[in-house]
């Protein structure tokens, strides 16, 4: 378990003073080693030139401007560097940016169990605590506290095939080149091409998220509620992560979670009563999903199969005009963060049967759910027709991309 604290401090040097001169200003601080990116917004109109930064004994390697956004490169970051070390080797991990205005620093950290977040806080000075919770665990939390330009889980075929794609005009609007002619020029397989490229694209997005998010306005104090409750026609429990007003996640687990605010939210009754009587198609449920382009635009077409059908990843893949994607389909699902909502359930493998499920439950829960919405369950393969055991949903060594 962890928790999430977050205080602001008034620790003295050129971002505080800088901050306090300029009512207006607010300077996001993202410490990248023995370096300082600032990205500096409002009254920041000649800040690289001014004394605070100027007597600092920081040079600046890096200063760009798009209307009033002002970011900045600056050397000599040693200090925040040790910092966080230290931090970190108490089981403190800040979690950037960090926001100065008005002569405060904003600072969150994430607490390992057992860190007591009082003797923390007397390290900064006239530190004051902000807000402290215990969000649930969520898949690949760790990797977030990463700084959002290292990518460290970016391989070097998905960085070539990024690359590569953005060098031919992939990018562009509208595309110059399709990802089959992207692969000819690399000498690779349009589907192989297409698996480094959306992985690719998901690290770096989820890499760019928390600037994102700044630019869209969310509250930076906006919390993860988790609600859980029993089903007993799944013989599991239905785990619901709300952000704000949207679902962040739907999972099933054999035990409930060890922290939740309850099980009274009217999109887990809605939920529970699909899973009882088939009805109610969830569409309408606003979802936060932080994913790819191209596991999204699988996630968006997964939300119109009608309760009742069925359809196969080779038929979605033909729908969303890449014939050759079925096994990036395939990954996609595997990868749903909400199942139900997003019924990924509905799709069968060409061969027949029902393929694999992710989800706790497997196949046996993909089953129960397709027969309360009345949906026809596919006979099961004969042994010479199936392609792949694993089945084109199940995440394994062959539908990984490396």
């Known amino acids: 378990m962890t928790t999430h604290v977050t205080f602001a401090t008034r620790a003295p040097g050129p971002l505080q003073d800088l901050t306090l001169r300029r009512p207006g200003l607010a300077i996001d601080a993202y410490p990248l080693g023995g370096l300082l990116l600032l990205r500096c917004l409002g009254n920041a109109e000649g800040i690289e030139r001014s004394s605070e930064l100027r007597d600092s004994g920081r040079q600046i390697l890096y200063h760009a401007q798009s209307g009033e956004e002002i970011t900045l490169l600056l050397d000599g970051g040693k200090d925040e560097e040790e910092t966080i070390a230290s931090l970190a080797d108490e089981n403190a991990h800040v979690v950037s940016p960090i926001r100065w205005q008005r002569g405060e620093a904003l600072i969150t950290m994430v607490l390992e169990d057992g860190t007591d977040p009082r003797a923390l806080l007397e390290r900064f000075p006239d530190a004051r605590l902000v807000s402290k919770r215990r969000p649930a665990e969520r898949q690949g939390a760790r990797s977030s506290l990463s700084s959002p330009l290292f990518l460290p889980k970016l391989t070097e075929k998905q960085a070539r095939a990024l690359l590569a794609a953005f060098e031919a005009g992939y990018y562009e609007f509208p595309r110059n080149v399709t990802t089959e002619d992207v692969s000819v020029s690399l000498g690779i397989a349009?589907?192989?091409?297409?698996?480094?490229?959306?992985?690719?694209?998901?690290?770096?997005?989820?890499?760019?998220?928390?600037?994102?998010?700044?630019?869209?306005?969310?509250?930076?104090?906006?919390?993860?509620?988790?609600?859980?409750?029993?089903?007993?026609?799944?013989?599991?429990?239905?785990?619901?992560?709300?952000?704000?007003?949207?679902?962040?996640?739907?999972?099933?687990?054999?035990?409930?979670?060890?922290?939740?605010?309850?099980?009274?939210?009217?999109?887990?009754?809605?939920?529970?009563?699909?899973?009882?009587?088939?009805?109610?198609?969830?569409?309408?449920?606003?979802?936060?999903?932080?994913?790819?382009?191209?596991?999204?635009?699988?996630?968006?077409?997964?939300?119109?199969?009608?309760?009742?059908?069925?359809?196969?990843?080779?038929?979605?893949?033909?729908?969303?005009?890449?014939?050759?994607?079925?096994?990036?389909?395939?990954?996609?699902?595997?990868?749903?963060?909400?199942?139900?909502?997003?019924?990924?359930?509905?799709?069968?493998?060409?061969?027949?049967?029902?393929?694999?499920?992710?989800?706790?439950?497997?196949?046996?829960?993909?089953?129960?759910?397709?027969?309360?919405e009345g949906a026809r369950i596919p006979d099961a393969p004969a042994p010479s027709q199936v392609e792949n055991p694993r089945g084109p949903g199940k995440r394994s060594a062959r539908t990984r991309l490396t």
């Open 190 to 372: 349009r589907s192989t091409f297409e698996q480094h490229l959306n992985r690719a694209e998901h690290h770096v997005i989820r890499a760019m998220i928390p600037l994102v998010r700044m630019r869209s306005g969310r509250p930076p104090a906006e919390a993860l509620e988790v609600y859980s409750k029993f089903s007993r026609e799944l013989g599991l429990y239905v785990q619901l992560e709300v952000l704000g007003d949207r679902v962040a996640s739907v999972r099933l687990a054999r035990s409930a979670p060890k922290e939740s605010v309850g099980s009274d939210h009217p999109y887990l009754a809605r939920i529970l009563e699909h899973v009882r009587t088939g009805k109610d198609d969830l569409t309408d449920i606003p979802l936060h999903l932080e994913v790819g382009p191209f596991e999204r635009e699988v996630l968006d077409f997964l939300r119109t199969i009608p309760a009742g059908r069925t359809i196969t990843y080779g038929e979605i893949a033909r729908q969303l005009g890449r014939p050759g994607a079925s096994r990036s389909v395939g990954t996609a699902c595997a990868r749903n963060p909400a199942v139900i909502v997003i019924p990924c359930h509905r799709v069968v493998p060409k061969s027949g049967g029902l393929g694999s499920y992710s989800s706790e439950g497997g196949v046996e829960t993909k089953r129960k759910l397709l027969e309360r």
